[in-house]
């Protein structure tokens, strides 16, 4: 069963930077996809950024320029960071996780089967 832990949310003040981390642990394939999704109040869930341990990335067009995601193998850790925050970031951010048997370049964009308990990030105007 793969599990994720997020950490590193809070609140910050608009135009400032906050970097979230989800570590990974039990996944059963080297194929896999990892990333970030966000859900303010009374919207629905965006998916806002993923990355695949071939390392394509994909930003939502809300936070391409400002939001980089990263990771690393040892531990399997996956990182976002957030420059620039406007208030309309603000929300709970889930980490998400989805594996594959088979390559696939559509991976980051596959429903995803794990799910984090989600980090508040809150900017403030």
């Known amino acids: 069963q793969v599990q994720l832990v997020e950490s590193g949310g809070g609140l910050v003040h608009s135009g400032g930077s906050l970097r979230l981390s989800c570590t990974a642990s039990?996944?059963?394939?080297?194929?896999?996809?990892i990333g970030w999704f966000r859900q303010a109040p009374g919207q629905e869930r965006e998916r806002i950024s993923c990355?695949?341990?071939?390392?394509?990335?994909y930003y939502a067009d809300s936070v391409k320029g400002r939001f980089t995601i990263s990771r690393d193998n040892n531990p399997n850790t996956m990182y976002l960071q957030m420059n620039s925050l406007r208030p309309e970031d603000t929300a709970v951010y889930y980490c998400a996780a989805v594996q594959s048997a088979v390559y696939s370049s559509f991976i980051l964009h596959y429903a995803m089967d794990y799910w984090g308990k989600g980090i508040l990030v809150t900017v403030s105007s």
């Open positions: 990355i695949s341990s071939d390392d394509m990335t």
């Open positions: 039990g996944f059963t394939s080297d194929y896999y996809a």
